[in-house]
């Protein structure tokens, strides 16, 4: 089983950017879609970003859209997510996920395991 940690969470302002990390360990995610969501308290856990195993395909919530970028680098087994202008709405903890073996095209939480412990993203006004 593959084990993720996420990092790179904190306190900043509105318009402000921040990147976080999801470092992989116990095997490679090199062949893996990979996921980014969020949840804040008192909501349900919500799709921000995806990832193909190649990195060449992305999709985001459109939330989102034109604020965040996805990317990886399989040599490094990592995984990132560039925030940028950050609104208080991104509040939330933010984690990352595996795209389960055998699965199509898909957004939904219940398709993605190997849940990180998260990071904190909050976002002051």
């Known amino acids: 089983q593959v084990q993720l940690v996420e990092s790179g969470g904190g306190l900043v302002q509105a318009g402000g950017s921040l990147r976080l990390s999801c470092a992989a360990s116990g095997r490679t995610i090199s062949t893996y879609a990979m996921g980014w969501f969020r949840q804040a308290p008192g909501k349900e856990r919500e799709f921000v970003a995806r990832?193909?195993?190649?990195?060449?395909?992305?999709h985001y919530a459109d939330s989102v859209k034109g604020r965040f970028t996805v990317s990886r680098v399989n040599a490094k087994n990592t995984v990132y997510l560039q925030m940028n202008s950050l609104k208080p709405e991104d509040t939330a903890i933010y984690y990352c996920?595996?795209?389960?073996?055998?699965?199509?095209?898909?957004?939904?939480?219940?398709?993605?395991?190997?849940w990180g412990q998260g990071t904190q993203v909050t976002v002051s006004s």
């Open positions: 996920a595996v795209r389960q073996i055998g699965t199509g095209v898909t957004t939904a939480v219940a398709d993605f395991g190997s």
């Open positions: 990832i193909d195993w190649s990195g060449g395909i992305t």
